[in-house]
Nanobody, 125 residues
Framework: QVQLEESGGRLVEAGGSLRLSCAASGLTVSSFGMGWFRQAPGKEREFVAARSWIGGSTYYADSVKGRFTISRDNAKNTLYLQMNSLKPEDTAVYYC??????????????????WGQGTQVTVSS
């Protein structure tokens, strides 16, 4: 049974940093393409970052480039999202995602077949 469990979300001041974790069960983070999406209140779910399982390439939304970093710890079977220089517009529920097939793209919700329950990140002004 595949499970993705996000944690680490909390209230943080603008300019601060936060690291989100995604603990995986039923799959290994080293063998699947994984990433992060987020959804702000009243907004559509949007792509944040991804890591391919072939080649290890990483991809980021323009809005987070230079501030966020996606990484993994194979020993702990955990995916991370390090978020620095946080802005109020980063406030959202963040979701960990994984896929077992390559779709040719990486920034659409339909590219992924496993989703976590989400963790709330709130950035205050």
């Amino acid at each position: 049974q595949v499970q993705l469990e996000e944690s680490g979300g909390r209230l943080v001041e603008a300019g601060g940093s936060l690291r989100l974790s995604c603990a995986a069960s039923g799959l290994t983070v080293s063998s699947f393409g994984m990433g992060w999406f987020r959804q702000a209140p009243g907004k559509e779910r949007e792509f944040v970052a991804a890591r391919s399982w072939i080649g290890g390439s990483t991809y980021y939304a323009d809005s987070v480039k230079g501030r966020f970093t996606i990484s993994r710890d194979n020993a702990k079977n955990t995916l991370y999202l390090q978020m620095n220089s946080l802005k109020p517009e980063d406030t959202a529920v963040y979701y960990c995602v994984a896929r077992t097939r390559y779709s040719g793209t990486y920034a659409y919700t339909g590219d992924y077949n496993y989703w976590g329950q989400g963790t709330q990140v709130t950035v205050s002004s």
